[in-house]
């Protein structure tokens, strides 16, 4: 099993910066990928953002490439998601999640095997 326990969130004005980190624990060597998604109120789930625990591969939903980078530091077992240039449409509760798996598609949801509870990101125009 693997802990995640997300933290950062909180509010900001439209332009501003926020940093998220997830912090896992349990069984995390056995973590290939891991990756960060948002779901607004009324909305679905949506990727963000996902690395690999390795190579560091990154990908980005479009919606973020150039604001958002992920990032990790394996020897705290951390992954954090830098968010610059924060727009109203960015609120959503954001969620770290693990994939103990491989695989191409790390932006669907069901790829990956643990979540977190959520941190709230809230942004005002």
């Known amino acids: 099993q693997v802990q995640l326990v997300e933290s950062g969130g909180g509010l900001v004005q439209a332009g501003g910066s926020l940093r998220l980190s997830c912090a896992a624990s349990g069984r995390t060597f056995s973590n290939v990928a891991m990756g960060w998604f948002r779901q607004a109120p009324g909305k679905e789930r949506e990727f963000v953002a996902a690395i690999r625990t390795i190579s560091g591969r990154t990908n980005y939903a479009d919606s973020v490439k150039g604001r958002f980078t992920i990032s990790r530091d394996n020897a705290k077992n951390t992954v954090y998601l830098q968010m610059n240039s924060l727009k109203p449409e960015d609120t959503a509760v954001y969620y770290c999640?693990?994939?103990?798996?491989?695989?191409?598609?790390?932006?669907?949801?069901?790829?990956?095997?643990?979540w977190g509870q959520g941190t709230q990101v809230t942004v005002s125009s």
């Open positions: 999640a693990a994939s103990e798996h491989y695989s191409t598609s790390y932006y669907y949801a069901p790829e990956y095997d643990y």
